[in-house]
């Protein structure tokens, strides 16, 4: 008897774990899908620019020079064309790439066109956005405001690696 009172108590608190578990993960895709709604609309038709780039903790950053630099400031590692470039993001999921001045090598076009994404999954919120070569890559909203927001990636040596970018005129 008292058997069968332990399993039947074990199996009662499994299911109340369970759903106590499955209350939890809701809330949290609920509250992913909100700050992917609010990134969304917060991006939406308003030119933005890389303002900023660095690593949570030391890192050396180019690793096959040959050379040890450990350091969280990457902003001297973005290219010119990176720091000149306004985007834009429009409802149907395309990005336009306003080159201005200084354009990536082998493109002389003033705008270039890609995809984007923003969605979520069980990590939270992410952005499907472009690389230094503006090929896809995906992020991690790391922060959002009404003047900027922050995408992160992790990286090697452990490193989670920041993008800033901030609404532009």
Not at 62 to 68: F, K, L, P, S, T
Request: hydrophobic residues 40%; aromatic residues 14%.
């Amino acid at each position: 008897m008292p058997l069968i009172r332990f399993s039947f108590l074990t199996l009662a608190i499994g299911i109340l774990l369970a759903g106590c578990q499955k209350e939890l993960s809701l809330e949290l895709s609920s509250e992913y899908i909100k700050q992917a709604n609010e990134l969304k609309e917060l991006v939406k038709g308003k030119p933005f620019r890389l303002v900023d780039f660095y690593s949570n903790i030391p890192i050396d950053y180019i690793e096959d020079d040959g050379e040890i630099k450990l350091e969280t400031d990457l902003w001297g590692y973005v290219s010119g064309y990176l720091r000149d470039d306004r985007y834009l993001l429009y409802d149907n999921y395309t990005l336009d790439i306003i080159q201005n001045d200084l354009k990536i090598p082998g493109s002389a076009e003033e705008v270039l066109s890609r995809t984007y994404a923003i969605g979520t999954d069980a990590n939270g919120v992410f952005m499907r956005f472009l690389d230094y070569q503006y090929n896809a890559l995906t992020y991690r909203l790391h922060e959002t405001s009404e003047d900027h927001f922050i995408l992160s990636i992790s990286w090697s040596q452990g490193a989670t690696l920041y993008s800033r970018y901030e609404f532009a005129p």
